[in-house]
C-alpha cells in the first residue's frame, strides 16, 4: 500500500516548488531573466491544485516565490506576457482578464467583458499595437482589447479564413518580422491574424519542406514560441518521444529592433 502526505501548500519541505501540470502557464520573463510558474494542477502527489507565482533563476540554479496565491479560482490554459508593461496576462472564466506586475509582483483584475474563457479558448498580446486579442474553441468571433486604456472587449466578426473557429487551446505568438499574430494547432499549416484589417491567413509550408508536426496537439499550449533573434519557430510537441521542430515562415534572418523591454 502506498500512501502520501497531504500537503497544501505547494512547497517541498526544502521550500521548492512541488512538481505540478503547467500546462501554458509558464512565461520567460526578460526583466527578471528568469522561467516563472504560474500555478498548476495536478500537485505532486495529491492532485491539488496551487496559484503561486515562482520564479527559476538559472545562474543560482534556485526557485524564488514571487507571490502568493493568484486571486482567479479558475486556472487557464495559457499565460502571455505583455513586454511594455512587463506584467503577464490571463483569462478567467467569469468574463474577465486577470494581469501579473512585475514591478510591484502583484496581481490585478485588468479587464471585463467580451470574452467569456469556454476551455479552448486563449489570449494573445499584440505588443507593437497595444492590443490583446482572444480566439479560439468554437467562438465565432474574435475579441479586441486595448491595452493601454484598459477597455472593454470589442467583439469582432472572422475575416479570411475561418480554421481558428474550430481550433481548440491554439499555439500562439507574435511574429516581429511578420508584424501579425501567429497561430499553430497541428500539422504543417500556420494562421496569423493581422491585427489592422481583422483578417485571418493560412500559410502553407513550401513545396520543399520535409518535416511536418503532430497532425493534432491540443496539449502543446506554450511550447511553441517565435525566437526574434533566429526570425523562427520552435516547437516542442506533447508527445514526449517527438523531436524539437524549428520553423522559418519568412527569410529574414532575424527580426527588427524590439520595443524596449523593461530593464
Partial sequence: TYYCKYE???????????????AGRLEYIPSLDKVCSFGGRSLHA?????????CFDFDTLSWEELAADNPMTYLSQKMVYDPVKNQTLEREQDYYIKSFDF??????R????????????????????????GFGSTRDDIVKWDLDSKS???SLPIL??????????PCSDFDYV??????WNGGANLLSLDSETGEW????????NTVAPPASDTKAMGRFRYMPKYNAYILLPSDVNSNILFYKLTSEETAPELPDYPA
Fill in 8 to 22: 497544501p501548500t505547494g512547497y517541498y519541505e526544502d521550500g521548492n516548488p512541488r512538481a505540478r501540470n503547467t
Fill in 46 to 54: 495529491t492532485g491539488s491544485i496551487t496559484m503561486h507565482v515562482d
Fill in 103 to 108: 514591478e510591484t509582483n502583484s496581481w490585478d
Fill in 110 to 133: 485588468y479587464y471585463s467583458g467580451g470574452f467569456y474563457a469556454d476551455g479552448g479558448a486563449v489570449i494573445q498580446v499584440d505588443p507593437i499595437r497595444r492590443k490583446l486579442f
Fill in 152 to 154: 472593454s472587449g470589442q
Fill in 160 to 169: 479570411g479564413v475561418t480554421d481558428i473557429v474550430d481550433i481548440d487551446n
Fill in 178 to 183: 511578420l508584424n501579425k499574430i501567429v497561430v
Fill in 201 to 208: 491567413q493560412r500559410h502553407e509550408p513550401s513545396i520543399t
